[in-house]
């Protein structure tokens, strides 16, 4: 019998999910973020699921709002 967490949907699915999470965690740390920007989780998670589905969209300035240590940790 297979594991309901087995079928390939739910198992895409569920990674997309862990991916995101795990990302959005990385991003609202306060090592991830430049002197002066504010901890907005709206912010790291659209920055995340943008860096996950690579579209590239971005609510702010990368170069300047995120920290190397953050860029390396969303895939860019």
Request: hydrophobic share 55%; aromatic share 8%.
């Amino acid at each position: 019998m297979r594991s309901r967490w087995a079928q390939p949907a739910r198992l895409v699915t569920a990674a997309f999910a862990a991916a995101v999470i795990i990302g959005t965690l990385l991003l609202m740390l306060p090592v991830s973020r430049t002197p002066g920007s504010s901890a907005d989780l709206m912010v790291a998670a659209f920055t995340t699921v943008s860096a996950v589905c690579v579209t590239g969209l971005i609510t702010v300035d990368t170069a300047t709002y995120w920290t190397p240590l953050a860029k390396a940790s969303s895939w860019r």
